[in-house]
């Protein structure tokens, strides 16, 4: 330990603040407080489980959505701040409190729907988007961590136009993006200056809102971090995946993955997750001590466990022995009907499996289509068709759509289009308006030669991952998680649709 602790101090690489974040998860690696039975750290062992590095004593949840709504009526006591009056003001308290929202990363990952918020201040509109491009600028500059997520519409607003125009001209990679979109609520002048500003700097995504709506029993939901469905005043205590991939080496067969390896390890993970969250709950004191829990900007009880999977492609083929690809996943009829004979099993094991403390999501967990992490080697995220693999995107979409309604709490696809295609934006917004009556539930495109691209469900730019690669000092760490993407997971070679 000490000498890991010497290198984290020399290294040449780390910021400041990225040492200290380094440094803090070190000293929580020293601690062995959770209770891990054998066979749960066999699985964690064999990386068929794994807890995404939120450290050995859960001591905030991983991901935090405060009602940030409430908090603009009432200001907080805490904090001692009154209501805001004007956008100047506004635009300080969102920013004092973002300094003060906990999350796996540090930094906060959801900053509300920000053109909401800033919508009632706008009245000189020079002074406003003055006040909105500084306010953007500096949650780029501080919250150095493009896992951090706002939220747009689904109505359009003078603020939603200003935060575009401003992320444009900024080209930054913090916040990331995502619009509500609702075909009969936003206007398609709208949608389209969303895909136009998603050409060039990678956000916004789109989130189908009628889907989401409805999972969210009619109520208004955040999408944080990545792409995460999340409850508004809660949040989810914990993330853990399983690697299907890896799992499938462990069966003998396809029956003997359903019926045997996939509920034992579910039950392993599950009660992985329970011990992981009634520490935080139980034994932390995060909730009686946050005077976001104190001041009502989060409960308790709109928290809830997000079951991640990866390599849902690797896992199929592996079970039926799949070389060529017309046999593969996203190719085979027979191969994607597996896909969702798996999931559609997973989805039953996980809600069948009863928990204390996840009220908000009638005490099961949630399925979450997880990303990947930069170490991944030919592992695809979530329910994802391996990168080289992709087919015409009509096909594309109508296989992927299979996939998203089972995960409430998040899943998503990522479409690069070429010059000529971005030339057209209005083209694209019918093919994310096709894919959401197809039944997909998040939508994600870039433009090939911009700077800021879409790794994962996070943002980075092309430049600075070049500058990390020559062993330059860079901002934002989701840098490297980029980089290693770049390296390990083929990022940069996703099929590029133009006119298909």
């Given at each position: 330990m000490s000498d890991q602790i010497l290198s984290i101090i020399k290294n040449r690489v780390l910021t400041y603040e990225q040492k200290l974040r380094t440094l803090a998860g070190?000293?929580?690696g020293t601690l062995s407080v959770l209770n891990i039975t054998p066979d749960i750290q066999e699985y964690r062992d064999k990386g068929i489980i794994c807890d995404l590095f939120e450290g050995n004593a859960p001591y905030r949840a991983r991901y935090i959505t405060p009602d940030y709504e409430k908090f603009m009526k009432q200001g907080s006591k805490f904090l001692e701040l009154e209501p805001a009056k004007d956008i100047w003001e506004a635009t300080t308290n969102l920013l004092i409190l973002y300094n003060h929202v906990p999350s796996i990363t540090s930094y906060p990952v959801y900053l509300g729907n920000i053109d909401m918020l800033l919508e009632p201040y706008i009245k000189n509109e020079e002074e406003a988007y003055k006040a909105i491009k500084l306010f953007l600028l500096q949650i780029d500059r501080t919250i150095t961590d493009s896992f951090c997520h706002a939220n747009l519409g689904p109505e359009k607003t003078k603020a939603g136009e200003m935060i575009l125009r401003a992320t444009v001209e900024l080209n930054t990679m913090t916040p990331n993006l995502t619009l509500k979109y609702d075909e009969d609520i936003t206007p398609d002048d709208f949608a389209i200056q969303c895909v136009e500003t998603s050409l060039k700097v990678a956000k916004p995504s789109f989130s189908n809102y009628k889907m989401f709506q409805k999972d969210f029993y009619g109520k208004d939901y955040a999408i944080a971090?990545?792409?995460?469905?999340?409850?508004?005043?809660?949040?989810?205590y914990t993330l853990v995946r399983l690697n299907l991939a890896k799992l499938a080496d462990e069966a003998k067969d396809e029956e003997d993955l359903l019926n045997n390896k996939l509920p034992d390890a579910v039950n392993k993970m599950a009660r992985f997750m329970d011990e992981r969250i009634r520490f935080l709950v139980e034994e932390s004191g995060f909730f009686e001590s946050s005077f976001l829990a104190k001041e009502d900007l989060i409960y308790r009880d709109r928290f809830s466990g997000m079951f991640g999977m990866v390599g849902l492609a690797e896992c199929v083929n592996k079970i039926i022995g799949a070389e060529k690809k017309e046999d593969k996943f996203g190719w085979s009829k027979y191969a994607d009907d597996l896909g969702v004979k798996i999931i559609d099993k997973l989805q039953e094991l996980v809600h069948n499996y009863k928990v204390k403390y996840c009220e908000i999501t009638d005490n099961h967990y949630v399925l979450h289509a997880q990303v990947g992490?930069?170490?991944?080697?030919?592992?695809?995220?979530?329910?994802?068709?391996?990168?080289?693999d992709e087919p015409v995107l009509p096909k594309h979409i109508k296989q992927t759509a299979r996939f998203h309604p089972y995960f409430k709490s998040g899943i998503g696809d990522i479409f690069?289009?070429?010059?000529?295609?971005?030339?057209?934006?209005?083209?694209?917004?019918?093919?994310?308006k096709g894919a959401f009556k197809e039944g997909m539930r998040y939508f994600s495109v870039y433009s090939t030669d911009?700077?800021?691209?879409?790794?994962?469900?996070?943002?980075?730019?092309?430049?600075?991952?070049?500058?990390?690669?020559?062993?330059e000092q860079v901002m934002q760490q989701t840098v490297v998680f980029g980089l290693g993407a770049r390296e390990n997971s083929r990022i940069l070679e996703r099929k590029v649709r133009g006119n298909e």
């Open positions: 070190a000293a929580e971090s990545c792409y995460n469905g999340l409850s508004i005043g809660g949040g989810a992490i930069d170490t991944d080697h030919g592992i695809s995220p979530g329910c994802r068709i391996p990168i080289g690069p289009f070429d010059e000529m295609a971005s030339k057209n934006p209005a083209s694209i917004l019918d093919i994310i911009a700077d800021v691209i879409r790794i994962t469900g996070y943002l980075v730019k092309k430049s600075e991952m070049e500058k990390l690669y020559k062993n």
